[in-house]
């Protein structure tokens, strides 16, 4: 009997876990999986919860039961990884052997990172929603605010989910707006990078779009301090924003356990082949979402792609195949841009966002880098596919893991 | 693209990022310095060349990593390069603008 580790989960391990669950011969192979927390949160409900859009109950429920029957859930905190023994070292002392590691502890918040940024003030003026209590302490905060400096901010890249801060700015707009206190709010984007995001084509749309909501956009900022007590925060350059209300994405790292095993780069994220998802120092051991390093975003459509073709890689390293390197890079993210619209972006490593539609070539229904409502439907609706189908691992009729070329106006 | 940077004709993108790097020299740096309002010290030639080097082996480069490089610190990669200084280097340095940022 060999065995399959997975560290973490949350959505890539948790969607790995179906997969193998399906694709392996059981009698074979054993599948753990570890984690140490208790819940499993939708993490695109963050950006809704602070705008009383969702309810902490529609986004939070329990790891156990997307786990499938046959993997086995291991509860308890890693220590470390020691790839020279195949051993997986836990904090009260256990040690797991595997023959295969799948390693999906994801990114989080490292707010340390920013001098000042975990003052007194942290979660009273200074906020993020990359948490289920930061998020929620910011809806608290919202409901009684009476307006002043919103400055939403982005700390440094790479972030998850690279919109989601755009987004938070829209809903901020629409949000007050619908409070009949837009007009008392100032909305300023401050971002390290040159524009409303990476991307130039996209960057040319959100920039518009940014402009019409009258949000102040900062480029280039890069942010030395937060100044708690004055309210403003400073760049490198010397330049100071003030801010009433400060809502950040503070740099984002991979896990510890990724520091503590040796594994990582700088910011703890794991060097990893961008094609099989191989991990580029141990062959046994592959790399799934947020963990990676690869240059693709950190998002559950990535992760959800990656699942498919790490599933087959997984399959051929068994069988001592050659992997596939076939990873595109493709992301598919859904852009709210508040009153009930939200523009669609598909893309991957060698092709930005361009309009057109999806997912079906020249029908749609839904388009491409353009606002519309039934974008912002499925926005809606895909909560419910990833509880229902997403996690499970089940395939999404007509999207693949690879980008479409189709339909797309290069 | 090809734009004349220093009487010589150069390929470069959109954004004025050199594509071909062996046409690079110290005539095209200074001259581009100066479009951005950058007067070149023998400091900013070590940056510069600490750049080349980190490209030449693949080293995706941010802000972070020049910042624990032992070259420069952020505050004076700052103050050699004022307003955007990865970018404004990077095309100084005939290197592509880093795509650390997803």
């Known amino acids: ?410 | 693209m090809e734009k004349m940077i220093a009487g010589k004709t150069i390929a470069v993108n959109e954004e004025g990022y050199l594509t071909d790097f062996s046409q690079w020299d110290k005539a095209v740096a200074e001259e581009i310095a100066k479009e951005n309002n950058v007067e070149l010290t023998p400091r900013h030639w070590e940056v510069i060349s600490y750049l080349q080097g980190e490209h030449k082996n693949q080293v995706a480069l941010s802000i972070r990593k020049i910042g624990k490089s032992n070259v420069v610190d952020i505050k004076e990669f700052y103050a050699l390069f004022p307003n955007g200084p990865l970018k404004i280097s990077t095309k100084i340095a005939g290197i592509p603008k880093p795509a650390s940022c997803l």
């Open chain 1, 1 to 410: 009997m060999k065995r399959i580790v997975i560290l973490g989960a949350g959505t890539a391990g948790t969607m790995m876990a179906n997969h193998l669950n399906h694709e392996l011969k059981r009698a074979d192979w054993e599948i753990d999986i570890i984690d140490e927390r208790e819940e499993h949160y939708y993490q695109p409900g963050y950006l809704f919860l602070p705008f009383d859009i969702y309810e902490p109950e529609d986004i939070v429920k329990t790891i156990d039961e997307f786990i499938p029957k046959g993997v086995r859930l291991v509860k308890g905190k890693i220590d470390r990884v020691q790839p020279d023994n195949n051993h997986v070292l836990m904090a009260d002392g256990r040690v797991m052997n595997y023959d295969i590691l799948i390693i999906a502890t994801g990114a989080k918040i490292a707010p340390e990172e920013t001098p000042g940024m975990l003052g007194e003030e942290w979660h009273k003026t200074v906020f993020d929603f990359y948490t289920f209590e930061g998020a929620l302490n910011l809806r608290n905060k919202l409901r009684t605010w009476e307006g002043g400096k919103l400055v939403v901010h982005i700390t440094e890249m790479p972030i998850k989910c690279p919109v989601a801060p755009l987004e938070f700015a829209f809903l901020a707009d629409s949000y007050f707006q619908n409070k009949n206190m837009r007009d008392k709010v100032e909305i300023t984007f401050v971002t390290p990078l040159s524009g409303a995001f990476t991307k130039p084509k996209a960057t040319e749309a959100l920039d518009h779009l940014l402009q019409d909501k009258h949000i102040k956009i900062e480029s280039d900022f890069a942010i030395e301090s937060v100044d708690q007590e004055n309210k403003k925060i400073i760049d490198y350059g010397g330049r100071e924003i003030s801010y009433d209300l400060l809502v950040t994405v503070p740099t984002n790292k991979g896990d510890e356990v990724i520091e503590r095993s040796g594994l990582g780069d700088d910011l703890n994220f794991i060097p990893t082949n961008k094609g099989s998802l191989q991990s580029l120092a141990n062959k046994n051991i592959f790399v799934i979402g947020d963990a990676s390093n690869i240059p693709a975003s950190k998002a559950g459509s990535v992760a959800h792609f990656e699942a498919e073709i790490l599933t087959e890689n997984i399959k051929r390293y068994i069988h001592d195949e050659p992997l596939k390197e076939e990873f595109d890079g493709h992301a598919n993210c859904f852009i709210e841009t508040g009153h009930g619209k939200a523009l669609l972006i598909d893309f991957n490593y060698s092709h930005e966002p361009v309009e057109g539609t999806f997912p079906f070539p020249g029908v749609g229904p839904l388009r491409l880098l353009k606002e519309s409502r039934m974008n912002h439907m499925g926005k809606l609706a895909f909560r419910w596919i990833y509880w229902n189908m997403l996690l499970k691992g089940t395939h999404i009729p007509f999207v693949s893991a690879t980008m479409q070329e189709a339909g797309k106006e290069f």
